[in-house]
């Protein structure tokens, strides 16, 4: 649960300079947390940050979440805890920031390289058949998707 510190001593300040939509977001975000671990980023222990940033891995790898989005939200829970340990250090307090160095792994860019290579050599197929007249358009379709689905069956 979120507690009212977090509410009358970060989050006011935090958002402040925050438009309306970025706000409401960043809100989600922290109240997304919350429900992981059951509080507030005040709290933070090292065992909540990796279980949050695994959560959201696992998220992009079952495509329930994009790249860019777990990439967005991680960078707002750094942001939020790092405003919170600014704070509390200038308070006399200590708090340490566990997604400070936390990034997400790069997503991987072979795959997608793979399909437009399938995908123009496939074209390129189409192309010199209908070129070479080898082909009539109706049994062209049909010959491009066995092609298609042996390539990517071949690299994947």
Not at 56 to 68: D, F, G
Not at 144 to 151: E, I, Y
Request: aromatic share 12%; net charge positive; proline share 2%.
């Amino acid at each position: 649960m979120i507690s009212v510190k977090f509410e009358d001593e970060i989050w006011i300040y935090f958002q402040t300079n925050l438009s309306s939509r970025t706000r409401k977001e960043y809100w989600n975000i922290v109240k997304d947390f919350d429900r992981l671990t059951g509080h507030d980023p005040m709290k933070l222990t090292r065992k909540e940050a990796l279980n949050y940033y695994n959560n959201l891995i696992e998220k992009v790898n079952s495509n329930k979440l994009s790249y860019n989005t777990a990439v967005m939200r991680l960078s707002v829970m750094k942001s939020v805890c790092t405003f919170i340990e600014t704070y509390t250090v200038n308070h006399g307090k200590r708090y340490i920031n566990h997604f400070e160095s936390m990034s997400l792994p790069e997503q991987d860019k072979r795959h997608a390289f793979k399909m437009v290579y399938i995908t123009l050599s496939v074209v390129n197929r189409i192309r010199y058949c209908l070129k070479m007249q080898f082909l009539m358009p109706e049994k062209l379709i049909i010959c491009s998707v066995r092609h298609l689905m042996t390539m990517i069956t071949k690299h994947f």
